[in-house]
């Protein structure tokens, strides 16, 4: 089975910018999570997406949105660029509600904006 | 709430002694418990879970985890630890109910030194 991929692996943004990143899951997953993670704040929960629905939410700005599709990939979109959104973003896909209920991540993009 | 505590941000060892990353949680409803390993500019890897049955899980590349009910503690163990683990370690919870499941929960990691 293919593992979860992300694209794109690297993206060099400025200021103000806003950029999209994506993520196709493991087939057959249906829950889509994104998290940021940086050497200061450690792994931040975004949100989570299930069946094309937003099931969970952390705690981040309105900046920071996403959506499945129907086929469960799932994209990220963050808006008006701040310095302080460079980050490894990973997204992992997973079943939830059943025994084989285990998050499988991606290897992440790595953002920088300058 | 949920949450996962791991109190070491460091742990270090010496190739071929034991090994023990600790790890402490809160859950409303039925735990799902997980280990994590991350290599560095890499994704997260699953080592092993913790769902329900016997409390001894074992994972991946020797590792082991004792799922403790009564002290709400699932420490990652290693009888006898090698330079390749050196690595960052995550504790994660998912809170089971009878109808739903809660996010993601993980620890703010604990980073392994295996010394030669």
């Known amino acids: 089975k293919a593992g979860v991929t992300q694209t794109p692996r690297y993206l060099i943004k400025t200021r103000g910018q806003q950029v999209t990143l994506s993520c196709s899951p493991i087939s057959g997953h249906r829950s889509v999570s994104w998290y940021q993670q940086t050497p200061g704040q450690g792994l931040q929960f975004l949100f989570e997406y299930f069946s094309e629905t937003q099931r969970n939410k952390g705690n981040f700005p309105g900046r920071f949105s996403g959506r499945q599709f129907s086929n469960s990939r799932s994209e990220m979109n963050v808006s008006t660029l701040e310095l302080g959104d460079s980050a490894l973003y990973l997204c992992?896909?997973?079943?939830?509600?059943?025994?084989?209920?285990?998050?499988?991540f991606g290897p992440g993009t790595r953002l920088t904006v300058l | 709430a949920q949450s996962v505590a791991q109190p070491e941000d460091q742990v270090n060892v010496a190739e071929g002694n034991p090994l023990t990353v600790k790890c402490t949680y809160s859950?409303?409803?039925?735990?799902?418990l997980f280990w994590y390993v991350q290599y560095p500019n890499r994704g997260l890897q699953f080592l092993l879970k913790y769902i329900t049955g016997d409390n001894l899980v074992k994972g991946s590349y020797g590792f082991e985890a004792e799922f403790n009910k009564s002290q709400t503690s699932f420490h990652l163990k290693k009888p006898s630890a090698l330079v390749s683990d050196s690595a960052l370690y995550f504790c994660?919870?998912?809170?089971?109910?009878?109808?739903?499941?809660?996010?993601?929960?993980f620890g703010a990691g604990t980073q392994v030194v295996v010394t030669p």
């Open positions: 859950v409303s409803g039925n735990p799902y």
């Open positions: 994660a919870v998912r809170a089971l109910t009878t109808d739903s499941w809660g996010k993601f929960q």
């Open positions: 992992a896909s997973s079943s939830p509600g059943t025994a084989t209920d285990t998050q499988y």
